[in-house]
């Protein structure tokens, strides 16, 4: 059973639009949330976090929002790049959980055309 | 910055051979994973360890053992390999930090195809 879900594989956006990208989850332990951006033939790279004491969390052009009642968190991009098109994961992180151990999502591609 | 290093980008190996993927990071991280990535999957964790000589079973541990005789270096190894374990191999480490995400630090990735 997929514990976090990013039910969107694919998402196309307009350069300097804003890209949306969603998640939900399912157990209610998760404690802190964390979204990944990688590029092809390599690792995933850190993007941003939240805690699940907070809403929102900024950081540049990147916002993540979280709705603990709804179980869904989202990431904003604005203004969109083209060199933002990646594949975005999100993850969460179960509270007391063995060392740190993260669920990932199965991924979002996002394309930005010029 | 934190390195993760993965000793092959691009492997071949043949059905029934053994395999030896290396992760090495220079952080001094008590944390260490290996995950594969498969198109439609997403990330799935095979093993992680949390210490040196421990171990645990991800969500598909089958086909795979790990080593972890140093803190800095975690091994996935495959017994024999298969076709079905063609994939992108990714190893991650992390600090563990009570109270904090724990951001997990990902080495380039190995892309093994086993003919």
């Known amino acids: 059973d997929q514990q976090v879900k990013q039910n969107s594989p694919s998402l196309s956006v307009q350069e300097g639009r804003i890209s949306i990208l969603n998640c939900d989850y399912t157990?209610?332990?998760?404690?802190?949330f964390l979204w990944y951006k990688k590029y092809p033939a390599e690792g995933p790279t850190f993007l941003i976090s939240?805690?699940?004491?907070?809403d929102k969390n900024e950081d540049g052009r990147f916002t993540v929002f979280l709705n603990k009642s709804a179980k869904h968190l989202s990431l904003h991009i604005v203004p969109s790049q083209p060199g933002d098109s990646a594949v975005y994961f999100c993850?969460?992180?179960?509270?007391?959980?063995?060392?740190?151990?993260?669920?990932f999502g199965k991924g979002t591609k996002l394309s930005v055309k010029p | 910055d934190v390195k993760v290093t993965q000793s092959s980008r691009y492997l071949v190996k043949r059905t029934g051979e053994k395999v030896f993927l290396e992760c090495v990071q220079d952080?001094?991280?008590?944390?260490m994973f290996w995950y594969r990535q498969d198109p439609g999957l997403g990330l799935r964790l095979i093993y992680f360890s949390y210490d040196v000589k421990m171990k645990e079973k991800g969500d598909i541990p089958e086909g795979y053992s790990v080593s972890r005789e140093k803190k800095e270096r975690f091994s996935l190894i495959l017994e024999s390999a298969s076709t079905n374990q063609t994939s992108m191999y990714l190893c991650a480490s992390s600090l563990w930090v009570a109270g904090s995400y724990n951001e997990q630090f990902f080495g380039p990735g190995t892309r093994l195809t086993v003919l």
């Open positions: 939240i805690s699940s004491i907070k």
């Open positions: 157990n209610s332990m998760f404690d802190y």
């Open positions: 952080m001094d991280h008590e944390n």
């Open positions: 993850a969460a992180r179960f509270y007391g959980g063995s060392q740190g151990n993260l669920i």
